[in-house]
């Protein structure tokens, strides 16, 4: 059974203080490796795809990397707008998303 | 363009009913995937839908249905409500025929008393 593990749990940071996400996987057949931003009471906002170890994607403070078993979102210089729950998913066999639970992000000014 | 939506954003329900929540998806999608989210916790997988058949099922109850229209738009049906079904419900859509990465629209929270 596919499984995601997210730490931490919760995460206080002061503005520009980066940091890192850790997201770890266990999954038969990697297709897709996703980071979503989930805002309080809203859905899901899409912000990357990995596919294969090695591989790295940027969006403005945000830059996600992927290995065999994990991939950290490393967060530069946040500000308090990159407030958020951070949700990490992989795709395997099938269409499912299996998610972790979740990474709340509290930047402080 | 517009995104996924879902109808209604919030609905209360008492231990017993059914309730039927709704979701339109994004311009160019045909595939639509259902998911439960409990508070402080990730979606759960509860199934997804492709030209108007149920293509993959997570791990819950047949008290959990749904359905897909000609127009790509679908359904999730839930009868004989529990208090443990509380949850904001989210839908996604995707493209069968691209990536499969899924858009998520902005939920129909559930309260059940």
């Known amino acids: 059974e596919d499984q995601v593990t997210q730490s931490p749990e919760a995460l206080r940071l002061q503005e520009g203080e980066s940091s890192s996400l850790n997201c770890s996987y266990t999954?038969?057949?990697?297709?897709?490796l996703f980071w979503y931003r989930q805002d309080p009471g809203k859905g899901p906002e899409f912000l990357f795809t990995?596919?294969?170890a090695g591989e790295e994607k940027e969006k403005e403070r945000l830059k996600a990397t992927l290995t065999k078993k994990e991939s950290f979102l490393h967060i530069t210089a946040p500000k308090p707008e990159d407030s958020a729950t951070y949700l990490c998913?992989?795709?395997?066999?099938?269409?499912?998303?299996?998610f972790g639970g979740g990474t709340r992000v509290l930047v402080k000014p | 363009d517009a995104g996924v939506t879902q109808s209604p954003t919030h609905l209360i329900k008492t231990r017993g009913q059914q309730v039927t929540l709704r979701c339109s998806p994004k311009?160019?999608?045909?595939?639509v995937s259902w998911y439960q989210q409990a508070l402080g916790q990730g979606p759960q997988f509860i199934f997804q839908?492709?030209?108007?058949?149920?293509?993959q099922r997570g791990n819950f109850p047949d008290r959990f249905s749904g359905h897909q229209f000609p127009n790509y738009s679908s359904e999730l049906n839930v009868n004989a409500l529990l208090l443990g079904d509380s949850a904001l419900y989210l839908c996604?859509?995707?493209?069968?025929?691209?990536?499969?990465?899924?858009?998520f629209g902005p939920g129909t929270r559930l309260l059940v008393l």
């Open positions: 996604a859509s995707s493209s069968a025929r691209g990536a499969e990465t899924q858009y």
């Open positions: 999954v038969s057949g990697l297709r897709g």
């Open positions: 990995l596919y294969s």
């Open positions: 998913a992989v795709q395997a066999a099938g269409n499912k998303l299996t």
């Open positions: 311009s160019g999608h045909d595939t």
């Open positions: 839908y492709y030209e108007e058949e149920e293509r």
